[in-house]
């Protein structure tokens, strides 16, 4: 385990809570480092972990779990948190998170370009989701999703914890929570 990371190369999970920030073993018995989670970004988390749960719930769907909603269901669940949430959430990254990693440093500015492009393609499927119940393409999208948002998290917000000062995460959380109010007025 010698040398720096580069953004991105560990097994990491996202926590709220406090202690959170040391490791511990995950449920496929590797070492994961716990990510103690900037004010800032907890709401983006937060959505971030609504998005997985619905991809998981898509995945489970198709397995046939038994503690999945019929397909239908999870597909519609799926669709009403893009509508409340999960559409609004893109916009506040790619108007918000998006510069301010382009500001922050040559590597983050490198991975935006991979942030807008599965926003697209993940918008572009969603539209097709709400048309046709295809399973490969459900399993397609619950995939992506699941590996976009893990991609956020561990280099994305990772990397901005790490590259900005304390009083830029501040100044990063106020204008997400400014965008989040204005969001919620409408």
Request: charged share 30%; hydrophobic share 40%; glycine share 6%.
């Amino acid at each position: 385990m010698g040398g720096p990371r580069r953004f991105g190369e560990c097994d990491c999970v996202f926590s709220f809570r406090a202690g959170a920030g040391h490791s511990r073993r995950g449920h496929s018995g590797v070492w994961v480092e716990l990510m103690k989670r900037h004010p800032a970004l907890e709401d983006l988390s937060r959505d971030h972990q609504q998005f997985l749960l619905h991809a998981r719930g898509l995945r489970w769907a198709l397995e046939g779990n038994p503690h999945a909603q019929p397909l239908p269901v999870e597909v519609t669940r799926l669709m009403e948190f893009w509508e409340s949430a999960g559409a609004s959430h893109f916009i506040e990254e790619e108007s918000i998170l998006v510069p301010t990693c382009e500001q922050a440093t040559v590597d983050l500015a490198t991975f935006t370009r991979k942030l807008l492009r599965d926003h697209s393609w993940l918008r572009a499927r969603i539209e097709r989701l709400k048309e046709d119940l295809d399973p490969k393409a459900i399993a397609e999208y619950a995939q992506y999703l699941h590996d976009h948002i893990r991609f956020e998290e561990r280099v994305i917000f990772e990397g901005l914890q790490t590259a900005l000062s304390e009083a830029e995460l501040q100044a990063l959380g106020r204008r997400l929570q400014a965008a989040r109010t204005q969001r919620s007025a409408f």
